[in-house]
């Protein structure tokens, strides 16, 4: 391939992507503005979801509403059915994208949100879809064709999803009012992805703690998860942390174990899992959280003792997002 045709075919995908973002503006419409509407009059945050390219998209969608003053958090689809659907309050607003409409793993996410009472909107390349049909509202994210010579790579759709997410924040940007001043707040640095210097230790839970011994049974493990927000810590016989059950790992345990209650809780927890420090800033305890599909984390000391727990929504809810 010569040095022209390589131009030639980089400028073909600009166009082509150029072309699907003029078509989907047209269709900007009721449906957009009602959208809108239901993000900015939920009382709670916004939850974006998507599997693949298209959750990627998602993260991004989400990471944009927020710095611009729409409170928003990814959840992923297929962790949301292992006890990270917990993070959804009735409340909030989704946003599920997918191009197909179909994604089996957004399904069982959208029941579930339908089932809580959640206004779903969908950001879908077919309005006929199971998702489009289901949801409240439909933003019609189709195009002609990908900019792949295969048209399979996730390309010019990836990119009229993004411009719909983005569309979303800057008008709800203006409709509630953010000034250069909030954005100033959110991004303190002066430089955008800056987060508060929000501490761990500022938001942490350091008062009953969800701790219980390594001897422990499943049996005293479900009582403390349901009480204590779906996190267990076990300790050794030292009082240092050995291992951290959630919700998640009790529902895996229930698919393959007809009587959880006598199981040990040593057999269930995982032996080595994330930890954060007081004195970490929350953005960064945020990253690892998102990154690794983690709800809540233990906070150790210098010395490897547990001082608190941390958890995502209250992070969120500090602004270190």
């Known amino acids: 391939m010569t040095p022209a045709d390589i131009i030639a075919r980089g400028r073909r995908v600009i166009a082509m992507e150029q072309s699907a973002l003029g078509k989907a503006a047209a269709r900007v419409g009721p449906e957009f503005s009602r959208a809108v509407e239901l993000i900015a009059t939920a009382k709670g945050r916004t939850i974006v979801a998507g599997i693949g390219k298209s959750g990627l998209i998602g993260r991004k969608i989400a990471a944009t509403l927020t710095s611009t003053g729409t409170p928003a958090s990814f959840l992923h689809p297929t962790e949301s059915v292992h006890g990270d659907l917990g993070i959804v309050g009735a409340s909030d607003v989704a946003i599920l994208i997918s191009k197909s409409g179909e994604t089996e793993e957004l399904l069982p996410l959208l029941e579930q949100l339908k089932r809580l009472g959640v206004r779903v909107i969908a950001i879908s390349g077919d309005t006929d879809s199971t998702l489009a049909r289901s949801a409240d509202v439909t933003l019609d994210a189709s195009v002609d064709e990908e900019a792949c010579p ?15 997410g983005d569309a979303l924040a800057v008008v709800l940007l203006e409709v509630k009012g953010f000034r250069r001043e909030d954005f100033a707040r959110l991004h303190p640095g ?66 393959h174990e007809p009587d959880v209650f006598p199981v040990p809780v040593e057999k269930v927890m995982v032996r080595k899992p994330k930890t954060a420090h007081p004195d970490e800033l929350g953005s960064a305890v945020v990253f690892r959280m998102e990154q690794h599909g983690i709800m809540a984390m233990p906070v150790l000391d210098d010395a490897g003792a547990i001082v608190g727990v941390v958890h995502l929504h209250d992070l969120m809810r500090a602004g270190a997002a």
């Not at 230790?201 to 011994?213: F, S, Y």
């Open 150 to 164: 295969h048209d399979l790579a996730p390309t010019t759709s990836t990119a009229v999803q993004l411009a719909f």
């Open 190 to 255: 002066g430089s955008l992805g800056r987060k508060l210097l929000t501490k761990v230790r500022d938001v942490m839970l350091t008062t009953q703690l969800p701790i219980m011994p390594i001897s422990a049974t499943m049996r005293e493990a479900v009582v403390l998860l349901a009480e204590r927000r779906g996190i267990v810590l076990v300790a050794g016989p030292d009082g240092t942390l050995a291992g951290l059950l959630t919700t998640g790992d009790l529902t895996r345990l229930m698919e």
